[in-house]
Each structure stands twice: as structure tokens, then as C-alpha cells.
């Protein structure tokens, strides 16, 4: 697959001909008026919610609508159901294809995942056709959402179900008719609007994500849409997702301060059904830290991280402000000892706060078995002076010394460097 054209990188997946192009139409897009106007809109609503709540934090507040705005470009942008592309999508702000491309995160995105979109439509058929682009692959789910504004999670086709050639190729089959004995397959009920794939990797210098390429078998029954109805496509995106992205960021700054909710499964809040997490609403002064345990619960994928007050990741790719399953270092137990603090505590899983007094935490366990998890996943937090910090570590916990951190940190800005890598 190296050799097709429209894979422009033979290690990153994501740089595509559609990519390049989709990019460049959702830039086009912001400067339309149409967007303009819900960008004004959306920057006074936001602001009027979020100045009290997000004070020492407002200087983050333009690029939060940045990115919210330019998320909602690229979604219309690869909007088009009878035209479908892959796009990925919820990445940081980067140089890509010669030109800065805006970042498009939210929500609590996940630095461990490849966010990759398809948009379908009820009535049409389609396959997207993949190979590996690692020896180690990593898991990944495709989810048939619905209501781009408000997700929707109605049906979830996990890897782990999925039957694979002998070179790892597979062929994913959407479409409105039952799967009828075709295992890779996912039925488009009324409501569904786009498939939504993460790739999940957890070694960032070993894994990618797969080669994707979508066709829709079915003739489009009209033209492409006009950059008009695009624009107006997602200005109404815009305007309409404030709400669910209210919420979003709401379900950990409304939580009590450094109290971490029981995990549970996110798939009745649009999140993936197979995936279960917890939320936190961590509020650290500058002599605290927060020492969080947690089990593994036999899931193949975790991560723990941390978050604005806006929901959007912190600069991962330069601080340990995420770990995930590759990344982190078990107790001598077992267990997975975490420490969220504004200085290095010397410990190997150091959630970085990046000097934020408030974060948002969350942990995930996802790619379980099939038989589920082998227990209940658990976490327990609490919040010590740093000064007592070694004290209030549990036996067995991994140390690191200045020279591990940079090695460390070095591994994580390479591993992010190969996600833009264009040839």
C-alpha cells in the first residue's frame, strides 16, 4: 500500500491525498461569513460561562475556540455522505502539507488515539478497506455515530471481533441491511450520520494507525455539496454543539474538587460502550499533589491523563501530562500508582499539570476480553502536602532520575513528531 499514490508517508497512515485536501477546505472554510458569525457567537457565550469558572485559565481561551471552531470545519469540510473520505481529526495545531493547520480538539481528547472520520448516510453502502501500518497493531474501534453536535453512539465494531487476511488486510462493510453472516460489519439505521475510528496506540514510536481507504458502493444521487452549504453545514455545527460541549467540560469542572467518579461505561454519553472511565475535577494548590492507584482490570488499552478547563489536552508531546498501558510503570503489585503534581515528584507515572491548579483527570480502561473485564476496574485518590509525598506513596512504587524524565520526554516528542510526517 506504500506504493499508492494517495498515501503520501509510508509510516504515517493519516498523510493522504484526502487529508491534504480536506485540510486545506476547512481553512477555506473559517474564513467564510457564515462561520465568522458563529465564531463571534460561540466566542461571547462561551466567554459569558466560562470567565468566573476558568479565570486563571483564560489565557487559554482563544485557542480553545480555535480549535472548537476549526473541529466543526473539518467536520463539514468531509461532511458530504455521497462523496466520503477518511479525515482525521481532534489532532493539535501542527505544520502539515507546507501550510499551519489549526488544532480541532475537545471534549477530552485522547493523546493515545488516532481520531479518523467517515461520513455515511442511511441508504448508502459503503467499505473501507484497511492493511496495518505497524507490525504491532494497535486496537481500534469503528463507531457508527449519530448527531455530530450531540454524538450518538448506535453501534460499535471493536478489532478484537474482527476477522483479518493473512497480511492483517480487512474490509469493514456499512450498510442498511442486517450483517446477514458478514462479520466485519455494521448496519446503518436511520439517525447514523458518520463512522467514527480510533486507532489506539499505545507504543507511539512502534504503532500507527491503519491504512484506510472508504468507497461508497452506491452511485451519489446528486452533485458534491457547494462550499456554501459546507459553510453553513458547520456553522450550524457550531452554534448546535455548544451544549453537549458545555456538558463535556462541565462533567468534571461540576464534579466536588479531587473526588474521582465510581468508573463506569461511557457508552451513555456518546462515548465508546466498550470503554469504561472516571472523571475528575482536581484542584491542586502549590505545595499539593495527588496520588491516584489504580487496577488494570485485564483491559488491553488504558491511559491516564489530564486536561484544561476547557477539556482540551494539555501539550502532551512535550510533559507527561498523559501515560498510557506502554507508557506507565506497574507497582510491585500490580497496581499502577499515579502522582498529578506542578513539580516532578521523581516517580516514573508523573501526571504533569503543566503549573495548572485545576485539571481535569480522566483514566480509561478499554479492550477488554471478550468475556469483559477480569474485575471491576478501580481507582482511589488523594490529595498529600508534596513535602509528604514519599511517605504517601505505596510500597513498590517505580522511581526516575532527572536523566530517565528526559529520556522520557525525548520518546514522547518522536513518537508525536511520526503522526506528521509527510513522505
Known sequence: MNSDPFFLSAVNPVATVDQRELEGTAIGLLA?????????????????????????????????????????????????ACYPKVLRIMAPQAHSFGRDVPGSRWGGDSPDFIYRVVPVEHGGRYEIHGRPGCAEVPSVTYSLGGNVAAPQTLAVLDSLD??????????????????????????IKPGADHLLIRDA????????????????LDAPTRAPLSEEALAQQAARSVMDAMYYTYYCTQSGNGQPPNALRVPVSSGAFGGM???????????LEDDEAMVVVANAAGALFRNSM?????????????????????????DDDGRFTYVIAHEDPGVHNWLDTG???????????????????????????????FKDLAAALPPGVRPIDAGGRREQIAARQAGFKRRFIES
Not at 489530564?306 to 506497574?330: E, K, V
Not at 480522566?362 to 481507582?379: D, L, N
Open 32 to 80: 467564510r461569513p457564515e462561520m465568522q458569525r458563529a465564531r463571534a457567537i460561540a466566542t461571547v457565550l462561551w466567554r459569558n460561562v466560562m470567565t468566573y469558572p476558568a479565570a486563571d485559565q483564560m489565557d487559554r481561551f482563544a485557542n480553545a475556540i480555535d480549535e472548537y471552531v476549526f473541529y466543526y470545519a473539518l467536520r463539514a469540510a468531509n461532511g458530504d
Open 162 to 187: 474482527m476477522n483479518f487476511g493473512p497480511d492483517g488486510s480487512f474490509t469493514v462493510t456499512l450498510d442498511s441491511e442486517p450483517a446477514g453472516g458478514r462479520s466485519n460489519h455494521l448496519q
Open 201 to 216: 496506540l499505545g507504543d507511539w514510536l512502534n504503532q500507527a494507525p491503519y491504512f484506510l481507504r472508504v468507497q461508497r
Open 273 to 283: 460502550a466498550t470503554q469504561w472511565g472516571t472523571k475528575g475535577n482536581i484542584v
Open 306 to 330: 489530564l486536561c484544561d478547563q476547557f477539556s482540551m489536552s494539555l501539550n502532551y508531546w512535550s510533559r507527561t501530562g498523559s501515560l498510557n498501558m506502554t507508557q506507565m510503570a506497574a
Open 355 to 385: 503549573g495548572l491548579r485545576r485539571t481535569i483527570y480522566g483514566h480509561r480502561w478499554q479492550a477488554f476480553a471478550r468475556s469483559g473485564p477480569t474485575e471491576t476496574p478501580t481507582i482511589a485518590a488523594r490529595v498529600v502536602k
